[in-house]
């Protein structure tokens, strides 16, 4: 059991399927994509502190604090993020 948690790079990957995520997003326009983009960077980042962090915890708590970007995210978005949250704590 370690007290790793997520590197730059592996935040960058996270950020960057948000990203997929808000492109394929429909019906939201530019303005809104920009304040969407804000709030998504504030809780990547804030994972970022967390000690021994599981994905049901990391899903959790985006699945709380980002209800709405969410509901606006194809389906498949948020098992592609659980799966990929998987492999960065596996390899931990």
């Known amino acids: 059991f370690c007290n790793m948690s997520f590197t730059p790079n592996d ?3 996270i950020r960057l399927l948000f990203e997929d995520g808000l492109k394929r997003a ?3 326009d530019r ?3 920009i ?3 804000a709030k998504i960077r504030r809780e990547i980042s804030s ?3 967390l000690k021994n962090p599981t994905t049901d915890m990391v899903l959790g708590r985006w699945k709380y604090k980002l209800s709405e970007v969410f509901s606006l995210f194809p ?3 948020g098992n592609d993020l659980k799966n990929h949250l998987q492999k960065i704590l596996k390899k931990k």
């Open 11 to 13: 935040i960058e990957k």
């Open 26 to 28: 429909k019906g939201v």
């Open 31 to 33: 303005v809104e994509k």
């Open 35 to 37: 304040k969407i983009r």
């Open 47 to 49: 994972i970022s502190s």
């Open 75 to 77: 389906q498949q978005f």
